[in-house]
């Protein structure tokens, strides 16, 4: 259906078409909670939740959207987009990228075969490279203050740290430490490489919920401004550069699978969270901590599918 057609959904029928994508995927099993950090493999593998928020702020969730959960690599949507308001998009696409790695989210490969630039902020070579050129440069406190500030900002209400992820987290992030020191060889990092791994650790380890992440899409799906809150929280001619990043590798070396079978370009995270951005239409997040083989949460990208078969949209 084109995108102009949603228009015609009265807001009964959009709430349905949400439910029943929620009991479709339901039915759907498999995959395992993220084991290579100790907090969430003992995360409950049965919550579920599906929220989406419309670009006029209306609200439809179901099931556990108001458990508070890792936002992970979500979290690298958000402070993709804070640098962009703060250095311009061009200075981001020049000094990290825009493009796809086609490896997996931790790839040390991926920093050596691309050894110019990091790819992308989304994932964790280029995110750690977004910690690294969030203003003020050498300040940690002022800098976390951004970020999270940011986050609340399209989320539209406050986030807080899980300490236990966060010490889980930072007591098992080798591999990032790694590749946070391959870009520092590189020239890739902008500032402080243990102070940029442990920002980046920290906003990873932030606790939110479906419901907070459904508003965050539809920020971004609105075009910056909170449909929610009615803050304007990024500049407007952001949200077409960043939908495209998410759209570009949102499910790492899965992405042209999901987007070719989904229809629409969408954000993961460890934490078993998919972050799906319509633009102007909508934002949708499905929770669900078991992962696929990629990271990726097996019953929220079920319920994500569910929901664009059902409304019968793709922004192709
Ligand atoms: O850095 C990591 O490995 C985790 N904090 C986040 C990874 C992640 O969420 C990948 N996404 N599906």
């Known amino acids: 259906m084109a995108i102009g057609a949603f228009h015609t959904f009265?807001?009964?029928?959009?709430?349905?078409?949400v439910a029943q994508a929620y009991d479709e995927a339901k039915q759907v099993t498999g995959g395992e909670n993220a084991h290579y950090i100790p907090y969430l493999a003992n995360v409950d593998p049965s919550l579920f939740g599906l929220s989406v928020c419309l670009a006029d702020g209306t609200r439809f969730s179901m099931g556990d959207t108001s458990s508070v959960f890792g936002i992970e690599s979500v979290s690298k949507v958000p402070t993709a987009a804070l640098v962009m308001e703060q250095s311009g998009a061009e200075t981001v696409r020049k000094d990290i990228g825009a493009d796809a790695t086609g490896l997996p989210f931790n790839s040390v490969l991926a920093v050596c075969l691309e050894n110019d630039r990091p790819s992308t902020p989304l994932v964790?070579?280029?995110a750690m490279a977004a910690c690294s050129m969030?203003?003020?440069?050498?300040?940690?406190?002022?800098?976390?203050r951004e970020i999270r500030q940011n986050i609340e900002a399209l989320c539209g209400s406050p986030v807080a740290v899980i300490d236990e992820l966060y010490r889980s987290e930072s007591a098992?992030?080798?591999q990032n430490r790694s590749i946070a020191w391959l870009l520092k060889d590189y020239g890739r990092l902008y500032d402080d490489v243990e102070m940029s791994v442990d920002l980046y650790t920290r906003q990873c380890s932030l606790g939110v919920t479906a419901e907070q992440l459904a508003i965050m899409a539809a920020t971004i799906a609105n075009g910056g401004e909170n449909p929610v809150t009615g803050e304007r929280v990024f500049a407007e001619k952001l949200a077409g550069p960043l939908t495209s990043l998410i759209a570009t590798v949102g499910f790492y070396q899965n992405t042209g699978d999901w987007l070719y079978e989904s229809g629409i370009p969408a954000k993961t995270g460890v934490g078993g969270a998919v972050l799906g951005v319509m633009p102007g239409l909508f934002g949708v997040c499905a929770f669900a901590p078991p992962l696929d083989g990629a990271g990726n949460s097996v019953r929220g990208q079920a319920a994500v599918k569910a929901l664009m078969r059902i409304l019968d949209l793709s922004i192709f």
């Open 124 to 126: 964790n070579a280029g």
């Open 10 to 17: 009265t807001k009964a029928q959009i709430k349905a078409a």
């Open 134 to 144: 969030v203003e003020p440069q050498g300040q940690a406190e002022g800098k976390w």
């Open 172 to 174: 098992t992030n080798f």
